[in-house]
């Protein structure tokens, strides 16, 4: 049995993450929870920090990997945000 996309649309989040820049110090990056199961969001975290864990992010890796972050987060049926620490629409 298969769901069809528009389907999928409709399902609620379960989760809000923030993924804050910390700065060029490790450890870069910081996942914090806005709302959602505690549990959810701890194994997200874990997943986020994992592909993010050397990157500044005027890495090229970052790019890519920030992408698997995001494709991560709809699955998961989580609002993902980023703070890079800078207005990415001006760059």
Same mark, same amino acid.
């Given at each position: 049995?298969?769901?069809?996309?528009?389907?999928?649309?409709?399902?609620?989040?379960?989760?809000?993450?923030?993924?804050?820049?910390?700065?060029?110090?490790?450890?870069?990056?910081?996942?914090?929870?806005?709302?959602?199961?505690?549990?959810?969001?701890?194994?997200?975290?874990? @997943?986020?920090?994992? @592909?993010?864990?050397?990157?500044?992010?005027?890495?090229?890796?970052?790019?890519?990997?920030?992408?698997?972050?995001?494709?991560?987060?709809?699955?998961?049926?989580?609002?993902?945000?980023?703070?890079?620490?800078?207005?990415?629409?001006?760059?």
């Amino acid at each position: 049995m298969s769901i069809n996309p528009e389907a999928l649309q409709e399902i609620p989040p379960v989760g809000h993450v923030k993924v804050v820049y910390l700065g060029p110090v490790a450890p870069h990056w910081d996942v914090v929870r806005i709302f959602g199961d505690n549990h959810t969001i701890r194994e997200f975290g874990e @997943r986020v920090e994992a @592909r993010l864990q050397l990157l500044p992010p005027h890495d090229p890796q970052f790019r890519r990997n920030r992408e698997r972050v995001t494709r991560d987060a709809e699955r998961e049926h989580l609002i993902l945000e980023w703070d890079l620490g800078y207005d990415e629409t001006e760059v």
